[in-house]
């Protein structure tokens, strides 16, 4: 098989900004009220420093998560050739599925919120046997779910049994 007979995909990052954006917004709005906190309340009052402690972790802690599916998306390989389509995944842990396209009875499009800001969206196959594979955050997911179905197609005629009057 030719490269250029296969379509060969990475999950698209854009869309981390948002989250590491929350999660530093949750740790610095913390670190914010510490300070206002503290130069701004009357001496007499007594501020537990812990609450706005917690918020910083918690805001850490999103960061760190976040993080770590950043660098997985990463190491995240699709790739649809003529007859199979196969996703690699995983940090730690590697991962690996594939999928015959003659096996595959429809494909859907899903996009979150975020996702269609940056036109992302995960593109779902589901096949004979009620398997799935879903390749996420693709980019222009619409067009991505036509050309692999015009692939199952092909696939799909291709494995259809000739009659006699073909032969």
């Not at 003659?102 to 940056?118: P, T, W, Y």
């Not at 779910?145 to 000739?162: G, H, S």
Request: glycine share 6%; aromatic share 8%; charged share 25%.
């Amino acid at each position: 098989m030719k490269h250029s007979d296969a379509l060969v995909e990475k999950p698209q990052t854009r869309s981390m900004i948002v989250y590491y954006a929350i999660s530093l917004s949750i740790a610095a709005l913390s670190v914010c009220g510490v300070i206002i906190a503290y130069a701004f309340s009357p001496r007499f009052i007594d501020i537990d420093f812990r609450v706005p402690l917690i918020g910083v972790i918690v805001g850490l802690g999103l960061l760190g998560i976040f993080g770590y599916l950043h660098l997985e998306m990463l190491n995240t390989n699709y790739l649809i050739s003529e007859t199979d389509a196969h996703a690699r995944w995983g940090l730690l842990i590697k991962r690996e599925e594939i999928v015959q396209l003659g096996s595959v009875r429809s494909i859907k499009v899903r996009q979150e919120l975020i996702q269609r800001l940056f036109n992302l969206g995960d593109v779902i196959l589901y096949t004979t046997s009620n398997d799935l594979l879903v390749l996420k955050d693709l980019d222009h997911p619409e067009e991505k779910k036509d050309l692999i179905w015009n692939l199952v197609q092909k696939e799909t005629a291709r494995r259809q049994p000739r009659s006699n009057s073909d032969r």
